[in-house]
């Protein structure tokens, strides 16, 4: 199955990230039987919740927490970035001490697995200047479709997906109600 000895890094914000946590206990769900293991790339202020590892420690996922994004690249089969939110951060001071330590460039490339690949649950928040976590060398990557860069072909598949996902529901419902 594509997904056994499967290696997610999930890493910036994985404690107020609602996307993280949802993609967590969707993991729950298959992780013992694929031997999913997740590597937690972030600050401890936003690492997982006690609740997340609990969470996992019952269903059988492996997870490590480790803090250098090099490290934890060099073993992934994915990476799932999400931004440090600085409204969940102690200070302003803080946040901008953290964001610099979690950001994705383009050298990372060079240490992820060549099948690897780097997603983000987007929109991907800019100031003007583009998203802290992303440089603007992955997000010229994405445009042009590079394989480890897969945030770009994520926004064009999420709207249709969601249909179909409502469709397919909304036939189930009717079915019932019939």
Known sequence: HPIDDFVLVISGDC????????LCHIIGKFGRRHNIKVI??????????????????EHGVSYELEPDIPTAL???DA?????IQVERMSSPEFYEEVKGKFILDA???DVLP??????????????GNGPAEI??????????????????????????TRYALLDSILAGLQEIHN
Request: proline share 6%; glycine share 6%; net charge positive.
């Open 15 to 22: 404690r107020f990230s609602r996307t993280v946590n949802s």
């Open 40 to 57: 937690f790339a972030s600050h401890e202020e936003v690492g997982p919740k006690a609740g997340i590892l609990s969470y996992f420690d």
């Open 74 to 76: 060099r073993q992934a």
């Open 79 to 83: 990476v799932y970035m999400t931004r």
């Open 107 to 109: 050298s990372h490339l």
């Open 114 to 127: 060549k099948n690897a690949f780097i997603m983000h649950p987007l929109p991907i928040k800019t100031n």
């Open 135 to 160: 440089d603007a060398k992955l997000r010229r990557l994405a445009r042009t479709g590079h394989p480890q860069v897969a945030f770009g072909r994520q926004s064009l598949r999420g709207v249709p």
